[in-house]
């Protein structure tokens, strides 16, 4: 039972560089978000989707793109990273069934790091 | 803007003793969840509150939420050395239409001593 799949797990990029993180679940949810992490500040969301075809800005969605082409995946762009991108990211997926919502799960993280 | 703040940002307890996590949002919402995260790991839910006076317990951990004062507490009894984890709060608001967000606290990092 793979739950929540990142790809890749590490990865180290010069400044200007481009990639795109992969994250796939295999649980069926409508919901799927990206987060990043920082030392002393949480996670904070920088896009999420509400179901295939559809992207919303989170709170720090500038320097990002996404796309949910598929329903079990959801991408992360960065276009030109930047040294203030190094940082750990998370994608989570959760289900929407009516009225209520589960928690969300993670994936296992990505540790970018932008020389 | 949602805000969610958890006090304190470090603990450090001796072994069996008590202790409560403190998590104040600022806005209107009836969901909380409460995770665990290990130093590089990815995050494992703990607990998901639905309902004003919730109140749920696993092992040493008991979480409880109060939707009228905004305020969601994690207690810790007789803590051992395996709670040492950074212990995060979230919290469910609706975005557009009906879509949720998950906003998360700035972590408490929990350290338990010998």
């Known amino acids: 039972n793979a739950g929540v799949t990142q790809t890749p797990k590490f990865r180290v990029l010069k400044t200007g560089q481009s990639m795109t993180l992969l994250c796939a679940q295999d649980m069926n949810h409508e919901y799927m978000y990206w987060y990043r992490q920082d030392p002393g500040m949480g996670l904070r969301l920088i896009h999420y989707?509400?179901?295939?075809?559809?992207?919303a800005k989170g709170e720090v969605p500038d320097g990002y793109n996404v796309s949910r082409l598929k329903k079990q995946n959801f991408l992360l762009g960065l276009e030109s990273a930047a040294p203030s991108q190094t940082s750990v990211y998370f994608c989570?997926?959760?289900?929407?069934?009516?009225?209520?919502?589960?928690?969300?799960?993670f994936g296992q993280g990505t540790r970018l790091t932008v020389v | 803007e949602l805000k969610v703040e958890q006090n304190p940002l470090f603990l450090s307890m001796q072994e069996g003793k008590n202790y409560t996590i403190y998590c104040n949002y600022s806005?209107?919402?009836?969901?909380l969840y409460w995770y665990r995260q290990d130093p590089g790991k990815s995050l494992e839910s703990l607990f998901v509150?639905?309902?004003?006076?919730a109140v749920k317990q696993e092992g040493r951990l008991m979480a409880s939420l109060d939707t009228k004062a905004r305020l969601s507490t994690l207690h810790i009894t007789a803590a051992v050395h395996d709670l040492s984890a950074t212990y995060f709060c979230a919290v469910a608001v609706i975005s557009s239409g009906s879509a949720r967000q998950l906003t998360f606290g700035s972590g408490t990092q929990l350290t338990v001593l010998p």
């Open positions: 509150l639905l309902s004003n006076g």
């Open positions: 989707s509400v179901g295939e075809g559809t992207t």
């Open positions: 989570a997926s959760s289900a929407w069934t009516g009225s209520m919502n589960t928690e969300a799960f």
């Open positions: 806005t209107t919402s009836d969901r």
